[in-house]
């Protein structure tokens, strides 16, 4: 069978603006709006596109953390991923003990594609996916902006620095996804009341027998320090005046 | 002895200006002995320019057919191989170090400090998270290696004037060949680099189109500088997706910053708060742009840039 994985995580919702604590252990989520990182979402839209198109057989949405992530996991189902599983865990998670996590469910899963986010709007980490595909010793393809898939190998456009880098990659492999890869469908009622039929396995994470070390340790979490508001100018004359005096513009 | 090495980030002939910013980042590491590593065709170019750098010691070059497209999966390994000699891996929190650095982190079995911003000491190290909205310090294991993507726009770049010797080293380390590369697209332009410019201007989603962009482009050739979108205006399309400044696109420090027509989201402004000078051009009085803005006019961006174009002259 033809499988993706593809790689949830529960995060602060995008809109919202997060507080740091006065106490600088962390920062404020209790009755924060939550929701499933927006690249993850792409990358489940993306491997929805693939089974679509008959490329793939199976969608299996795998996630890591404490029991409230199944709400994100039936989020992952009404969308249409076919399966879920969560890799319960209450302690936070490091990028490289998930990369662990997830290699432990693709070996037992026999995954042909692996998508993830390019990174999570909370830690801003980036490092799940290229980590996976080490630890897996398979190809990478991140921030993937078009993803062509055939029956051994997936041409991938990447957004780099440069512009667009298109490489080919032999399956299996891992991808991460970026902002304009595709726009992530919207969740219709009915889907939601499928959803809470489809199969989502919970499976505690020291059941997966990893060999997990903390590497970073969080000794604080403080406030950015601010910018301070300037001056308003009237008009262009003036702003090409204020421009001059600060010797920006000759 | 903290030894680190600096993964050098270069097209080839050039060597990207981030390098210089993640030498310093290096330097501040206390009792730092800084080398810069080059993976290249034939780096000669590149390591001489990396050998002016101040600061650093040596600069180890590996030329390599393999290493021409610097694919993260065939660089990977041989970055491994130098690693014994090392305590340090830095390279750029850009597209390439944030592909090549977790893989090699992963390989030596350790975690990542992303976006290094300050070290206090060898193994304790600042960092950005929630778009820069929160700062966390972070201590990494003493016993461990640390590998470190550097957030370039908290650093100065190293001056140059040094003169580090160049050795040039074979690597006899087997590399996968499950990964191709194909082509890129890069699209040439004569304007300043957008990661390293002193001067930056940038259109957002009130440009409302891409011939609209034509004016951040001529007021960006006017005053000499690179040319940034907000991810709205990249988003609809009026420029290229590397034009892109904010969480999810480049952060960068420029000299100056001209924001046109940008509102000024959270995830934008995490792109630009080390900029020396921001300038907002934009007619609501209300947006967040004004809040970080040095310099703001509330006005509409079709009146002012013409206007602005018209004073200072030329084309």
Known sequence: ?250 | MTQVLVIADHDGSRLNAGTARCVTAALQIPDAKVHVAIFARDGAAVAAAASALRGVQKVICINRAENEHALAVQLAPQVVALMPSYSHLLGPSNSFGKDLLPRVAALLGVGQVSDLMASESAHRFRRPIYAGNAIVTLETDPAAKVVATVRIASFEAAGSGGSAAVETVNLNVPLPTHTRFISVSAAKSDRPDLQSAAKVVSGGRAVGSQENFQLIYKLADRLGAAVGASRAAVDAGYAPNELQVGQTGKIIAPDLYVAVGISGAIQHLTGIKDAKTIVAINKDAEAPIFEVADIGLVADLFKVLPELQALLGGA
């Open chain 1, 1 to 250: 069978m033809r499988k993706i994985l593809v790689g949830v995580k529960r995060v602060v919702d995008y809109n919202v603006r997060i507080r740091v604590k006065p106490d600088g252990s962390g920062v404020a989520l209790d009755g924060v709006k939550m929701g499933i990182n927006p690249f993850d979402e792409i990358a489940l839209e993306e491997a929805l596109r693939i089974k679509e198109r008959g490329q793939a057989d199976e969608v299996l949405a795998v996630s890591i953390g404490p029991d409230e992530v199944q709400q994100q996991l039936r989020t992952a189902l009404a969308m249409g991923a076919d399966r879920a599983i969560l890799v319960k865990s209450d302690a936070a998670i490091e990028p490289f003990s998930a990369a662990q996590a997830l290699l432990a469910i693709i070996r037992r899963e026999d995954v042909r594609l692996a998508i993830l986010g390019k990174q999570a709007i909370d830690d801003d980490a980036s490092q799940t996916g290229p980590m996976l595909a080490a630890l897996w010793d398979r190809p990478q393809a991140t921030f993937a902006s078009k993803v062509e898939l055939q029956d051994t190998v997936a041409r991938v456009t990447r957004e780099v620095d440069a512009g667009l880098e298109t490489i080919e990659l032999d399956l299996p492999a891992v991808l991460t996804t970026d902002l304009r890869l595709n726009e992530p469908r919207y969740i219709k009622l009915p889907d939601i009341m499928k959803a809470k039929k489809k199969p989502l396995e919970v499976i505690d994470f020291a059941t997966l027998e990893l060999a997990v070390s903390a590497h970073l340790k969080v000794l604080k979490t403080e406030p950015p320090s601010q910018r301070s508001r300037g001056v308003i100018v009237k008009d262009t004359a003036e702003l090409l005046a204020a421009l001059r005096q600060r010797g920006l513009v000759s």
